[in-house]
């Protein structure tokens, strides 16, 4: 299966965080750029890196919220976590397709989606959450 597919059976109760993960690293992933960096959005209390699996996904996300955007990267997931990530100031986590509910999921900044020192304290969920 490929990440859209297993977002949505993780989502529906028959996939798996682990799975999941290691399906984002695999996945070459599009993120958009606006000229003060890469799109974040706040939620819950937190930023969240916009991230999507096609252009279907980033322009329905585009009409839904508004937001203008000047590039977009491609990008496989591993680095996202393990080189991105690492380099903002805040503890940020990822947003896979927010604008489409079943095939949409959120990673936490959390161990072991983001190595442990750039992340959120031990304390905090370690699974994925879904939007």
């Known amino acids: 299966m490929g990440l859209v597919e297993d977002i949505a059976a993780w989502r529906a109760g028959n996939g798996d965080a682990p799975t999941v993960l290691g399906s984002f690293r695999r996945s070459e992933i599009l993120v958009p750029v ?41 990008v496989h ?19 896979v397709n927010a604008a489409d509910p079943p095939h949409s999921i959120l990673l936490p900044p959390a161990h072991p989606v983001v190595p442990h020192q750039t992340g959120t304290p031990p304390d905090t969920p370690r699974a994925p959450h879904g939007l």
């Open 77 to 95: 997931g591993a680095r996202l976590l393990d080189q991105l990530l690492p380099t903002l100031d805040d503890p940020t986590g990822i947003a």
């Open 34 to 74: 606006r000229d003060d960096g890469v799109l974040t959005t706040p939620y819950g209390g937190m930023l969240w890196l916009q991230t999507f699996t096609d252009p279907g996904q980033l322009s329905r996300f585009r009409q839904t919220q508004g937001t203008p955007v000047d590039d977009i990267l491609t």
